[in-house]
């Protein structure tokens, strides 16, 4: 935006200074031009007179030596004619079109406006004689030369001064355009930190329109608001779930102590309450572990390389219990996040709970990219999109234990730590978890 404005403001003054200077160069020509108009029309009307006077006393030698002289004094060519149009003084100068108007009793009126390109010179015309009787001609070949350096001069101090207008015209262009997108500058800056998860960020006081700043406040009420609200709802989970801990404790002390005053048959259903309480208390686990996430508390910022390496393999005494064969590929670790390896956790147990027994699991690290690949049944794209959030579970799979807030949590701890999770297709069959670390 910054750039269009100031693209747009610098075409406005432009075309404002053009419109200034362009006319304003094109009057100076003009001007110029009259004045050596006026200056050699005095000199070829003296001509003139002199000429008559001659023609008429019937000698034109004083002429010649007036010619002469004047030739050498201003660099200027004088040629005249009679009525005839026969030369009696002077060097031929080139104006026969200009000599044959002035044989018709008309003056010179107007010459090419004078650029600094040019013309490098112009012809004047004066007829000689009395009243409406024509005697002769005088024709002046005039250099321009003094005067279009004079335009040049002044065409190029309008020049430098319409650069320097423009370049002055841009600083503060630049510095109203910031002005005014200052504000607009901090409210991006901002909602970009609350995207990436700092609800705390804020937009502090800047100058600006007073229009922006009035949308900077209520864009902070508003970021107020809603932190406060989302605060209070992890607050409530965290604590229902903390307080409903002791309960559960409580209760499932309670029925162990029932197991020996029940019958035979009770006992299985008596089972079934139990693993519901176990269900429950999973549940509340992973419900507490998912508010501190959000609440970006207890976990260190990086975590050594070989200590991940350490937490990787370790499952694999899990997963040859369970039938699996579980490979790990870290060619070159490096120190990351230690959300990388509650992430990794949460998806070598899915892995765990749902590839069935003899597939495979291979981990890979490579840079700041974690993929845990499996052969297991997979999911396809609806599900793949749907299990990253809380409490979704497979139609098949509701049998597996679980709170199905696991994704949940690592797309949480994924976030804390600037990356982000997904789900992939395997090949040929199979689900990839794929964590990218932002670097």
Request: aromatic residues 4%.
């Amino acid at each position: 935006m910054q750039r269009r404005l100031l693209v747009v403001q610098f075409l406005l003054i432009g075309c404002l200074v053009a419109a200034l200077a362009v006319p304003l160069a094109l009057a100076y020509s003009s001007h110029r031009t009259g004045q050596l108009l006026l200056a050699r029309r005095a000199d070829a009307t003296r001509f003139a007179e002199l000429t008559d006077r001659a023609l008429r006393e019937g000698g034109p030698s004083g002429l010649t030596t007036e010619v002469t002289r004047y030739a050498e004094l201003y660099g200027t060519a004088v040629e005249i004619r009679d009525r005839d149009g026969q030369l009696i003084a002077g060097t031929p100068v080139g104006g026969d079109r200009a000599a044959g108007r002035a044989l018709s009793g008309r003056t010179t009126d107007g010459l090419p406006l004078l650029t600094p390109f040019g013309p490098p010179s112009v012809l004047v015309a004066e007829p000689a004689g009395r009243d409406d009787q024509v005697s002769g001609v005088v024709v002046l070949r005039v250099s321009t030369a003094p005067a279009r350096r004079s335009v040049a001069l002044v065409w190029a101090a309008l020049a430098v001064g319409s650069v320097l207008a423009l370049l002055c015209s841009l600083v503060a262009a630049r510095r109203l355009t910031a002005w005014v997108l200052r504000p607009v500058d901090e409210l991006d800056r901002t909602t970009r930190e609350i995207a990436e998860g700092r609800l705390g960020a804020r937009i502090g006081t800047v100058r600006g329109p007073v229009e922006l700043r009035r949308l900077e406040e209520r864009f902070n009420a508003m970021a107020d608001a809603i932190s406060m609200a989302l605060e209070r709802q992890r607050a409530f989970v965290a604590d229902a779930s903390h307080e409903l801990r002791t309960p559960l404790t409580v209760l499932s002390l309670r029925l162990e102590n029932l197991e020996q005053h029940l019958t035979r048959e009770g006992h299985p259903e008596y089972q079934q309450v139990l693993a519901e309480l176990d269900r429950l208390e999973v549940l509340l686990e992973d419900l507490l572990t998912l508010a501190r996430v959000e609440a970006d508390a207890g976990l260190p910022e990086t975590l050594p390389a070989d200590r991940l390496l350490s937490r990787l393999t370790g499952w694999q005494e899990l997963y040859a219990a369970k039938g699996l064969t579980l490979t790990v590929h870290a060619p070159d670790p490096e120190p990351l996040p230690a959300a990388v390896a509650r992430i990794a956790d949460i998806a070598l147990d899915n892995a765990a709970k749902f590839v069935p027994s003899g597939g495979r699991v291979e981990v890979s690290l490579t840079g700041r990219v974690l993929r845990v690949a499996d052969d297991g049944p997979g999911l396809d794209e609806t599900g793949r999109g749907a299990a990253l959030g809380r409490f979704w579970r497979a139609p098949e799979q509701h049998n597996v234990t679980g709170s199905g807030l696991g994704l949940a949590i690592a797309v949480e701890l994924a976030r804390s730590c600037g990356g982000t999770l997904a789900l992939l297709p395997n090949q040929p069959q199979g689900l990839t978890v794929e964590l990218t670390i932002a670097q």
